[in-house]
């Protein structure tokens, strides 16, 4: 075998191999099937985050108490005072005027420096005053502020220290004594919430008393809480004081510093006016020396005011609050800073200047202390930009005040932002959030900034949901709700972004924004075509988060004109603003009748059909969905909303064969709406059709096909274990009766002879969802998947016949079949809503029909025998059973079953499966009544409409795609995708398969070049699990999938092994007849084809992972396998004796056929029809139907993307050659009708003057010129072809015939090998051949034969 390794020329080039590749386009530049996010994600919405930014419980402090013991004049004798002293209470020496006079100047001023940050409170000073006094004053303080926060701020300058017993000093009457104030007392005084400022020394010591003291209530009232004779029980309550704060001078050993150049209060000074301060202290570090001419008496002149930001002295202000509460933020955890930081201004504020306490205090060996306790953050090196603000300031003051120059703005916040852009533009992923976010906020204060911080910040939140939540946390939400009240143009794009991204992440504020009328800002945007559309998208995706689930939203955008507006924007050529306006108005019209009529008026239903043919499925997706919501909730019904029902319902059918899986879930929910609204023609119908589905037989696959699928014991290989597949949730789910009847086919016995108690029908029992119907009642489906697939297939004989009594063109009929055949729709998750809502309705209209016999027998079921010879079909007289599994095999043909033994090995044991682990009559009524809310009892009397029936169904059936939808604007927008940055790893990895792809195309055409001379050396056999009836080589890996009836199977032709089997999900009256690569060049998916028109792709195969089912539509609508009609002439009889000879079911049927385009992106399809169906993989929908013009069936399809020719085999030995760029009638450009029999295989050589070479069951090869009438060459080899295939760049074809060997034959005719045995294996003569097949590129055959082995022919060793 060829050794796949890299060489090292290729490592270093990567346009190795590609250069002498003109024919084939870079493998870079070919489009990917498949792949978008919808295929490769679950379609839901994000995880809600937990709301933690929103503040639970704003506070404000509303009550101040000012309780001052100075005592000027006299010093308390536990304080020995230094000389000179530190002296200024309040900026004021007290000394310098009479003691009562200082008192009271001290308490005016102090209360003045409190009112500059809470103007607002109620002050009341206490000087020097007496217990009695101090508890009058806190408890009328906090009798009238009731549950708000009440401040006490006590200075003990002129008192001894606190004591170790927890009590602080005041006065006796006439000032003789000192009198201890008990803090318990105070604790009780003051309740809580409270926040206790102590200026004393040894402050620390309050705060332990104070803690310790809390403990000690807690104590009292768990005790009293126990025994009620406690003097405590009969009291109310006091309050907690867990929600008191403190903020001290001090720790418990600690002196206030005596230094005569500060104040006496320093820190009532760092608390109140912290500016001040700052600017003194700095002044007197010895670095101020370097800011020349600056003296405390200078800094007492700074012009301006502490609230003006254009000021020297407000600019300043504002710097200190961005700093500090950046500091706060990044030292902090999160719910510490939201409690003091954000919740009350005053606290706020307060612990703003504590962080300037703790630094300028513990330069002079003082520590404050805080309750709850703070980190310490004297060091962070934002107090360096403080500094350097500081310093640019001071610097301009003598010039300021003595010349009268402007003053010029400080750098701070452009260097910040800086700083910001700085962290945005050159991180990492993970990395802690940047410390600037805080002063980002601040900047939207400033005019002269905002537009680069709203630049910066939205650039911020673009990084992902985290970004929000902590931008949210910071408290960025008032500040951007206030910005929409701007008129300024230029903002507009930036808040739209910026809004986009918090609604993607919490809706919540839908509220908010309609409450401050901010939806009117986002109309007005929508409105604007001067808007780029992207900005238009983010405005409807707002309104459409305004309007979800919100009536006051819904109202309010209704009187905005909202409706008209999205409908004006219905054609834009932006797919994602399409997609977002038909969801904004599916969701303005959701329970909202007003809406709904508004939109009546401008015939919005109209308006939107356009959009259900759109390239974008998403976009299909919500038109689908407004047109649900649109039809889903009119609370009256008048003669003119049931017409615009009807109207829509028929649109909306038109959409049963899309492409696109999520376009059809969306549909069956869609439907579901009108369901819901006309539940009681609905159950007639329903009535109707189960009881047709009884009394009809139609004829069925199953007859010919059963006896063909049982092969005898002896032969058949011991059944493999299957993997689980999980398609998205899983393949089926367990109660449909299709997986019982693969039970059935499957249960054959091992080579031991014990039973296998496996069956690929089961494999999607141990999948992750063992339901994915949602209700844990699904096993009680009154209609069972093959009942509903024989009903749709009644329906369309009966259509012809019309033997159903109800007027068969009513709208309810027609919706009724829709719903029956997405029922039976290839994509699981389509299936199973279908079922939900079909059974539903079935539930009802049974009890409905029978309610008396139901309420009698007590139990679902009827007591019907459950012998498999019980004719009653599954719906029993009152209809709530599952099928018994024997009943199941031949339900499609509704005669009475064999008894098991005659189409059964006599050895197998009898199989009864049981649903769910019960046995299949033991429904009882309790467990089907979680379905629905109201029981069998009500459902007698007809009058009683079950109205929680209809919850039921709306609310089960969503699809998940709005909020889906949603995710895009939480996830990074502006970010590089992965796959297009070139360090990625995505990128390596293709980048190492397109090396590979080159290699195996240099490699394997330096063999095909130098000419195969014999190809009958094996490098590979195996028994297959199934017998191979396709086979396909991956083009440049080592892997081969082979399928048998209705499962893949993977092999790696290299290792010998095997690497997977799957159950394709097919029905069991069909089989895989052709499958494809997708992007085999790079993440191949595999596409299978089975004859009933399903085409099924899949990814995760031949790996590690579990396969999933990436999408699946139905290729060919019109093509069940029931009308396949049986080849009548005699040129056909040979045809017919070969293909049944290969497998029976085929009834001489050529099943699907299929032919892959990488190039376009586009799917031919054909096969028992008289169209070639051509699919475009990137739009999920057909293109173009280009009939046939023949009667028979296509056998085989090759197209040519380069010229734009297809060309097909058919079954009445035509070749016909189509050019696809022109009408349905003129593109037929040529038919060859050499052949006197069935096209086995017609190729279109891909070079540009490439032929066309076809070969006939009668052994025939024929060359064609596609521009000349007649064979421009002919071989014959030999009669009876069963299988061939031709290779691609080695010019071989290889025949397989009845006479079972195969026959290799080069260009000329010539042939270079004959297979008849076996070479190394027991020297087994070859069963007939069921499939072979070249590789693409090396010269391997593989080929399969009906024994199950699957074996693979090279060119001798020494060519590889």
């Given at each position: 075998?060829?050794?796949?390794?890299?060489?090292?020329?290729?490592?270093?080039?990567?346009?190795?191999?590609?250069?002498?590749?003109?024919?084939?386009?870079?493998?870079?530049?070919?489009?990917?099937?498949?792949?978008?996010?919808?295929?490769?994600?679950?379609?839901e919405?994000?995880?809600?985050?937990?709301?933690?930014?929103?503040?639970?419980?704003?506070?404000?402090?509303?009550?101040?108490?000012?309780?001052?013991?100075?005592?000027?004049?006299?010093?308390?004798?536990?304080?020995?005072?230094?000389?000179?002293?530190?002296?200024?209470?309040?900026w004021?020496?007290?000394?310098?005027?009479?003691?009562?006079?200082?008192?009271?100047?001290?308490?005016?001023?102090?209360?003045?420096?409190?009112e500059?940050?809470?103007?607002?409170?109620?002050?009341?000073?206490?000087?020097?005053?007496?217990?009695?006094?101090?508890?009058?004053?806190c408890?009328?303080?906090?009798?009238?502020?009731?549950?708000?926060?009440?401040?006490?701020?006590?200075?003990?300058?002129?008192?001894?220290?606190?004591?170790?017993n927890?009590?602080?000093?005041?006065?006796?009457?006439?000032?003789?004594?000192?009198?201890?104030?008990?803090?318990?007392?105070?604790?009780?005084?003051?309740?809580s919430?409270?926040?206790?400022?102590?200026?004393?020394?040894?402050?620390?010591?309050?705060?332990?008393?104070?803690?310790?003291?809390?403990?000690?209530?807690?104590?009292?009232?768990?005790?009293?809480?126990?025994?009620?004779?406690?003097?405590?029980?009969?009291?109310?309550?006091?309050?907690?004081?867990?929600?008191?704060?403190?903020?001290?001078?001090?720790?418990?050993?600690?002196?206030?510093p005596?230094?005569?150049?500060?104040?006496?209060?320093?820190?009532?000074?760092?608390?109140?006016?912290?500016?001040?301060?700052?600017?003194?202290?700095?002044?007197?570090?010895?670095?101020?020396?370097?800011?020349?001419?600056?003296?405390?008496?200078?800094?007492?002149?700074?012009?301006?005011?502490?609230?003006?930001?254009?000021?020297?002295?407000?600019?300043?202000?504002?710097?200190?609050?961005?700093?500090?509460?950046?500091?706060?933020?990044?030292?902090?955890?999160?719910?510490?800073f939201?409690?003091?930081?954000?919740?009350?201004?005053?606290?706020?504020?307060?612990?703003?200047?504590?962080?300037?306490?703790?630094?300028?205090?513990?330069?002079?060996?003082c520590?404050?202390?805080?309750?709850?306790?703070?980190?310490?953050?004297?060091?962070?090196?934002?107090?360096?930009?403080?500094?350097?603000?500081?310093?640019?300031?001071?610097?301009?003051?003598?010039?300021?005040?003595?010349?009268?120059?402007?003053?010029?703005?400080?750098?701070?916040?452009?260097?910040?932002?800086?700083?910001?852009?700085v962290?945005?533009?050159?991180?990492?992923?993970?990395?802690?959030?940047?410390?600037?976010?805080p002063?980002?906020?601040?900047?939207?204060?400033?005019?002269?900034?905002?537009?680069?911080?709203?630049?910066?910040?939205?650039?911020?939140?673009?990084?992902?949901?985290?970004?929000?939540?902590?931008?949210?946390?910071?408290?960025?939400?008032?500040?951007?709700?206030?910005l929409?009240?701007?008129?300024?143009?230029?903002l507009?794009?930036?808040?739209?972004?910026?809004?986009?991204?918090?609604?993607?992440?919490?809706?919540?504020?839908?509220?908010?924004?309609?409450?401050?009328?901010?939806?009117?800002?986002?109309?007005?945007?929508?409105?604007?075509s001067?808007?780029?559309?992207?900005?238009?998208?983010?405005?409807v995706?707002?309104?459409?988060?305004?309007?979800?689930?919100?009536?006051?939203?819904?109202?309010?955008?209704?009187?905005?004109?909202?409706?008209?507006?999205?409908?004006?924007?219905?054609?834009?050529?932006?797919?994602?603003?399409?997609?977002?306006?038909?969801?904004?108005?599916?969701?303005?019209?959701?329970?909202?009748?007003?809406?709904?009529?508004?939109?009546?008026?401008?015939?919005?239903?109209e308006?939107?059909y356009?959009?259900?043919?759109?390239?974008?499925p998403?976009?299909?997706?919500?038109?689908?969905?407004?047109?649900?919501?649109f039809?889903?909730?009119?609370?009256?019904?008048?003669?003119?909303?049931?017409?615009?029902?009807?109207?829509?319902?028929?649109?909306?059918?038109?959409?049963?064969?899309?492409?696109?899986?999520?376009?059809?879930?969306?549909?069956?929910?869609?439907l579901?709406?009108l369901?819901?609204?006309?539940?009681?023609?609905?159950?007639?119908?329903?009535?109707?059709?189960?009881?047709?589905?009884?009394?009809?037989?139609?004829?069925?696959?199953?007859?010919?096909?059963?006896?063909?699928?049982?092969?005898?014991?002896?032969?058949?290989p011991?059944?493999?274990?299957?993997?689980?597949?999980?398609?998205?949730?899983?393949?089926?789910?367990?109660?449909?009766?299709?997986?019982?009847?693969?039970?059935?086919?499957?249960?054959?016995?091992?080579?031991?002879?014990?039973?296998?108690?496996?069956?690929?029908?089961?494999?999607?029992?141990?999948?992750?969802?063992s339901?994915?119907?949602?209700?844990?009642?699904?096993?009680?489906?009154?209609?069972?998947?093959?009942?509903?697939d024989?009903?749709?297939?009644?329906?369309?004989?009966?259509?012809?016949?019309?033997?159903?009594?109800?007027?068969?063109?009513?709208?309810?009929?027609?919706?009724?079949?829709?719903?029956?055949?997405?029922?039976?729709?290839?994509?699981?998750?389509?299936?199973?809503?279908?079922?939900?809502?079909?059974?539903c309705?079935?539930?009802?209209?049974?009890?409905?029909?029978?309610?008396?016999?139901?309420?009698?027998?007590?139990?679902?079921?009827?007591?019907a025998?459950?012998?498999?010879?019980?004719?009653?079909?599954?719906?029993?007289?009152?209809?709530?059973?599952?099928?018994?599994p024997?009943?199941?095999?031949?339900?499609?043909?509704?005669?009475?079953?064999?008894?098991?033994?005659?189409?059964?090995?006599?050895?197998?044991?009898?199989?009864?499966?049981?649903?769910?682990?019960?046995?299949?009559?033991?429904?009882?009524f309790?467990?089907?009544?979680?379905?629905?809310?109201?029981?069998?009892?009500?459902?007698?009397e007809?009058?009683?409409?079950?109205?929680?029936?209809?919850?039921?169904?709306?609310?089960?059936?969503?699809?998940?795609?709005?909020?889906?939808?949603?995710?895009?604007?939480?996830?990074?927008?502006?970010?590089i995708?992965?796959?297009?940055?070139?360090?990625?790893?995505?990128?390596m990895?293709?980048?190492?398969?397109?090396?590979?792809?080159?290699?195996?195309?240099?490699?394997?055409?330096?063999?095909?070049q130098?000419?195969?001379?014999?190809?009958?050396?094996?490098?590979?056999?195996?028994?297959?699990?199934?017998?191979?009836?396709?086979?396909?080589?991956?083009?440049?890996?080592?892997?081969?999938?082979?399928?048998?009836?209705d499962?893949?199977?993977?092999?790696?032709?290299?290792?010998?092994?095997?690497?997977?089997?799957?159950?394709?999900?097919?029905?069991?009256?069909?089989?895989?007849?052709?499958?494809?690569?997708?992007?085999?060049?790079?993440?191949?998916?595999?596409?299978?084809?089975?004859?009933?028109?399903?085409?099924?792709?899949w990814?995760?195969?031949?790996?590690?992972?579990?396969?999933?089912?990436?999408?699946?539509?139905?290729?060919?609508?019109?093509?069940?396998?029931?009308?396949r009609?049986?080849?009548?002439?005699?040129?056909?009889?040979?045809?017919?004796r070969?293909?049944?000879?290969l497998d029976?079911?085929?009834?001489?049927?050529?099943?699907?056929?299929?032919?892959?385009?990488?190039?376009?992106?586009?799917?031919?399809?054909?096969?028992?029809?008289?169209?070639?169906?051509i699919?475009?993989?990137?739009?999920?929908?057909?293109?173009?139907?280009?009939?046939?013009?023949?009667?028979?069936?296509?056998?085989?399809?090759?197209?040519?993307?380069?010229?734009?020719?297809?060309?097909?085999?058919?079954?009445?030995?035509?070749?016909?050659?189509?050019?696809?760029?022109?009408?349905?009638?003129?593109?037929?450009?040529?038919?060859y009708?050499?052949?006197?029999?069935?096209?086995?295989?017609?190729?279109?050589?891909?070079e540009?003057?490439?032929?066309?070479?076809?070969?006939?069951?009668?052994?025939?090869?024929?060359?064609f010129?596609?521009?000349?009438?007649?064979?421009?060459?002919?071989?014959?080899?030999?009669?009876?072809?069963?299988?061939?295939?031709?290779?691609?760049q080695?010019?071989?074809?290889?025949?397989?015939?009845?006479?079972q060997?195969?026959?290799?034959?080069?260009?000329?005719?010539?042939?270079?090998?004959?297979?008849?045995?076996?070479?190394?294996?027991?020297?087994?003569?070859?069963?007939?051949?069921?499939?072979?097949?070249?590789?693409?590129?090396?010269?391997?055959?593989a080929?399969?034969?009906?024994?199950?082995?699957?074996?693979i022919?090279?060119?001798?060793?020494?060519?590889?």
């Amino acid at each position: 075998m060829v050794l796949m390794k890299m060489d090292a020329d290729l490592l270093h080039s990567p346009a190795v191999g590609f250069a002498e590749e003109e024919a084939d386009m870079n493998d870079w530049e070919l489009p990917l099937a498949f792949m978008k996010k919808r295929h490769s994600e679950k379609i839901e919405g994000s995880k809600a985050l937990a709301q933690s930014w929103r503040m639970k419980d704003r506070m404000k402090t509303v009550s101040v108490a000012l309780v001052l013991c100075l005592n000027v004049g006299v010093d308390p004798p536990d304080v020995v005072k230094t000389s000179p002293c530190a002296r200024l209470e309040c900026w004021i020496d007290p000394l310098s005027m009479s003691p009562q006079k200082a008192l009271e100047t001290i308490g005016a001023n102090l209360q003045k420096q409190y009112e500059n940050w809470q103007p607002r409170a109620r002050y009341k000073q206490s000087l020097d005053p007496t217990v009695d006094e101090v508890k009058k004053l806190c408890t009328s303080l906090r009798r009238n502020a009731k549950e708000e926060r009440v401040l006490f701020h006590y200075n003990g300058h002129g008192v001894p220290r606190p004591t170790v017993n927890g009590e602080i000093w005041v006065f006796n009457k006439n000032y003789t004594q000192y009198i201890p104030l008990s803090i318990y007392d105070l604790q009780t005084w003051m309740g809580s919430p409270s926040i206790f400022v102590y200026d004393c020394s040894n402050a620390g010591i309050i705060v332990k008393s104070f803690k310790q003291f809390a403990l000690q209530r807690e104590q009292e009232l768990e005790v009293a809480a126990i025994n009620p004779s406690h003097p405590l029980a009969q009291m109310p309550l006091p309050p907690s004081m867990k929600n008191c704060i403190q903020l001290a001078a001090c720790e418990a050993s600690e002196l206030l510093p005596m230094n005569p150049d500060l104040p006496a209060d320093l820190f009532t000074s760092c608390l109140t006016t912290p500016i001040k301060i700052a600017l003194r202290w700095f002044c007197m570090q010895k670095s101020a020396k370097l800011v020349p001419g600056v003296t405390l008496d200078l800094i007492e002149k700074i012009p301006g005011r502490l609230n003006d930001r254009r000021t020297p002295l407000g600019e300043l202000n504002w710097i200190f609050t961005a700093i500090t509460d950046t500091i706060a933020w990044n030292v902090l955890p999160r719910d510490l800073f939201q409690k003091l930081f954000r919740q009350d201004l005053l606290v706020a504020s307060l612990f703003r200047n504590f962080l300037l306490a703790e630094r300028i205090m513990r330069s002079y060996n003082c520590t404050p202390v805080s309750s709850p306790r703070l980190p310490p953050t004297y060091m962070h090196a934002m107090w360096q930009a403080w500094d350097l603000a500081v310093d640019i300031c001071l610097s301009q003051l003598p010039t300021i005040i003595e010349e009268g120059t402007a003053f010029r703005q400080s750098p701070f916040f452009a260097e910040q932002l800086t700083a910001f852009q700085v962290w945005l533009t050159m991180g990492v992923e993970n990395r802690n959030p940047p410390e600037q976010l805080p002063i980002v906020l601040q900047v939207l204060l400033s005019q002269v900034h905002r537009l680069r911080a709203l630049d910066l910040l939205g650039r911020f939140l673009d990084l992902g949901p985290w970004a929000v939540s902590l931008a949210l946390s910071v408290g960025i939400f008032p500040y951007v709700l206030k910005l929409l009240q701007s008129s300024a143009r230029e903002l507009r794009p930036l808040l739209v972004f910026i809004w986009a991204k918090i609604l993607a992440v919490d809706s919540s504020c839908q509220a908010d924004l309609v409450k401050d009328n901010g939806h009117k800002y986002f109309l007005s945007v929508l409105a604007d075509s001067y808007m780029p559309a992207e900005h238009r998208t983010m405005a409807v995706f707002i309104l459409a988060v305004i309007v979800n689930s919100y009536s006051t939203g819904q109202e309010a955008c209704l009187q905005g004109n909202l409706i008209a507006n999205c409908l004006e924007q219905l054609s834009d050529p932006h797919p994602l603003l399409r997609q977002w306006v038909a969801i904004c108005l599916g969701r303005i019209w959701q329970n909202f009748d007003p809406a709904r009529w508004c939109g009546v008026r401008d015939s919005a239903h109209e308006k939107l059909y356009i959009l259900l043919s759109d390239p974008i499925p998403e976009v299909r997706c919500a038109a689908v969905f407004a047109l649900g919501t649109f039809v889903g909730n009119s609370a009256e019904r008048t003669d003119h909303s049931t017409t615009i029902d009807h109207n829509v319902a028929m649109m909306l059918a038109q959409l049963i064969n899309d492409g696109s899986p999520v376009v059809r879930k969306e549909l069956v929910v869609a439907l579901s709406h009108l369901v819901v609204q006309y539940e009681s023609n609905f159950c007639t119908v329903a009535l109707q059709f189960i009881e047709e589905e009884k009394n009809y037989t139609v004829p069925s696959p199953a007859n010919t096909s059963e006896p063909g699928n049982l092969t005898p014991v002896r032969d058949s290989p011991a059944i493999p274990r299957l993997r689980s597949v999980n398609s998205y949730t899983n393949i089926r789910a367990v109660t449909t009766a299709r997986n019982l009847n693969k039970s059935l086919q499957n249960l054959n016995l091992s080579e031991e002879g014990g039973p296998v108690a496996f069956s690929p029908g089961n494999l999607s029992t141990s999948s992750s969802a063992s339901s994915t119907l949602g209700s844990p009642d699904n096993d009680e489906y009154i209609l069972s998947f093959e009942t509903i697939d024989k009903m749709r297939r009644v329906s369309s004989y009966s259509s012809l016949n019309s033997l159903i009594g109800v007027s068969f063109n009513s709208v309810y009929t027609q919706i009724w079949r829709v719903l029956l055949h997405l029922a039976a729709d290839p994509f699981p998750e389509v299936s199973d809503l279908a079922m939900k809502v079909l059974n539903c309705i079935a539930y009802k209209a049974m009890m409905n029909a029978r309610p008396q016999r139901i309420l009698d027998s007590g139990s679902l079921t009827q007591s019907a025998p459950a012998s498999p010879t019980s004719k009653g079909t599954h719906i029993h007289q009152a209809g709530g059973s599952p099928p018994m599994p024997s009943t199941s095999s031949s339900s499609l043909t509704n005669e009475v079953p064999k008894p098991p033994a005659r189409d059964q090995p006599s050895t197998r044991p009898p199989y009864t499966p049981t649903l769910g682990g019960q046995a299949p009559h033991s429904h009882q009524f309790p467990r089907t009544r979680k379905m629905f809310d109201k029981g069998p009892e009500q459902a007698a009397e007809d009058g009683d409409e079950p109205c929680g029936h209809r919850n039921y169904i709306s609310a089960a059936l969503q699809t998940g795609l709005c909020d889906w939808s949603a995710k895009y604007f939480a996830q990074p927008v502006t970010k590089i995708p992965e796959e297009h940055d070139l360090q990625s790893q995505v990128r390596m990895e293709r980048q190492w398969r397109f090396l590979r792809n080159a290699r195996v195309k240099r490699q394997s055409r330096s063999i095909t070049q130098r000419g195969v001379s014999r190809l009958d050396d094996q490098i590979f056999i195996n028994r297959n699990p199934g017998v191979p009836s396709v086979v396909k080589f991956h083009p440049f890996n080592t892997c081969i999938a082979v399928a048998d009836k209705d499962s893949i199977c993977f092999w790696d032709w290299e290792k010998g092994e095997r690497l997977d089997y799957f159950y394709n999900g097919n029905p069991r009256y069909t089989r895989i007849t052709a499958m494809e690569y997708l992007n085999g060049h790079d993440c191949s998916l595999l596409l299978t084809a089975t004859d009933d028109g399903a085409l099924r792709v899949w990814k995760n195969f031949a790996d590690q992972k579990n396969p999933e089912m990436v999408t699946a539509w139905q290729g060919l609508s019109d093509m069940l396998p029931t009308t396949r009609g049986q080849p009548s002439t005699s040129a056909h009889s040979l045809a017919r004796r070969v293909s049944i000879y290969l497998d029976r079911s085929k009834q001489g049927g050529a099943g699907m056929v299929v032919d892959w385009e990488q190039e376009t992106g586009l799917l031919m399809t054909s096969g028992d029809v008289r169209v070639i169906r051509i699919w475009d993989t990137d739009r999920e929908m057909k293109v173009q139907d280009i009939p046939t013009g023949a009667d028979s069936c296509v056998t085989s399809l090759s197209c040519d993307s380069q010229r734009s020719l297809i060309v097909a085999g058919l079954g009445d030995g035509s070749v016909r050659v189509f050019d696809r760029r022109m009408g349905p009638n003129e593109c037929r450009i040529m038919t060859y009708r050499e052949h006197g029999a069935w096209v086995v295989k017609a190729h279109l050589q891909k070079e540009t003057d490439g032929h066309i070479i076809s070969v006939s069951v009668n052994g025939d090869v024929r060359f064609f010129e596609p521009r000349m009438s007649d064979s421009v060459n002919v071989l014959q080899t030999v009669k009876g072809l069963t299988a061939l295939d031709i290779h691609p760049q080695a010019n071989l074809f290889a025949c397989g015939s009845m006479n079972q060997f195969i026959a290799v034959y080069n260009a000329n005719g010539d042939v270079i090998s004959n297979i008849k045995y076996y070479d190394g294996f027991m020297g087994q003569r070859i069963g007939a051949i069921s499939c072979l097949a070249f590789h693409p590129h090396w010269p391997h055959l593989a080929v399969g034969s009906n024994d199950y082995y699957m074996s693979i022919y090279s060119a001798e060793k020494r060519l590889r």
